[in-house]
């Protein structure tokens, strides 16, 4: 039983360690090597929390409303609910249980990230209301063409396990002004967080990394800008 074990727990170690190479090679292969940003386009930011990464989004561009779909009213302080409130939205995509289950880091749990890490058909997205962000650590601002917000944003929908009818059905988020909802796709150790981003940035013709397991393999690719002033509380998960 003893040697069963081990071998399991070697085996295990062995697919870790490849992976965790593929995902350093996949980050330092550049995609998209044409990729330049557009004179005239949409600002969008590629943001972090130092694990997970996502987009923070204007809330109405090229005829895109992100509060008609995510309302406002939806989170738990009413002093979101206001129009004009907010002006951006913050999405990003995860697995159900790691999301629910760790607010603060310190409520990580190996199990929970193993589980997810194997697979699961559970995936929620991530919304935050809030501000224009400052770039900095936690934001990184991306200028990117019309037509390519239109595609990103058709992509994001399609993650998204809208209804038959009726308005999304919102789970309580960490405080006040976030919130999460019933997402689709299957997340997996290759199929992570950082990868969703990554795959979206790829398709709509930003130069990123081939495969974007770790959150250093998505910012990498988009320097930090000098700090000016206070930085926002960091839009993430």
């Known amino acids: 039983m003893k040697r069963r074990a081990r071998s399991i727990l070697g085996w295990l170690l062995l697919i870790a360690g490849l992976s965790f190479l593929a995902g350093e090679a996949g980050g330092l292969i550049g995609t998209n090597r044409d990729w330049r940003e557009p004179d005239d386009g949409i600002t969008i930011y590629v943001e972090t929390n130092g694990f997970h990464t996502g987009f923070i989004l204007p809330a109405q561009a090229e005829g895109i409303d992100w509060h008609a779909l995510f309302p406002p009213t939806d989170l738990g302080d009413m002093r979101y609910h206001a129009t004009g409130a907010t002006d951006h939205v913050a999405i990003s995509w995860g697995e159900r249980d790691f999301y629910l289950a760790t607010p603060r880091w310190q409520d990580l749990d190996p199990a ?45 929908m399609q993650d998204i396990a809208l209804p038959e009818t009726g308005p999304l059905e919102p789970i309580p988020g960490y405080g006040g002004d976030d919130v999460f909802y019933q997402a689709r796709g299957r997340y997996s150790l290759v199929n992570s967080c950082n990868v969703w981003t990554g795959d979206h940035l790829r398709a709509i013709g930003v130069r990123v ?8 393999h998505v910012m990498r690719w988009f320097p930090q800008a000098a700090p000016r002033g206070t930085a926002v509380r960091p839009a993430g998960d």
Request: charged share 20%; aromatic share 8%; glycine share 6%.
């Open 209 to 216: 990394g081939a495969w974007t397991p770790a959150e250093h």
């Open 112 to 156: 929970t990230m193993a589980r997810a890490a194997i697979g699961s058909d559970a995936t929620l997205v991530h919304i935050y209301h809030m501000t224009r962000p400052l770039e900095g650590r936690y934001a990184r601002r991306l200028v990117i063409s019309h037509a390519a917000y239109r595609t990103l944003a058709t992509r994001l």
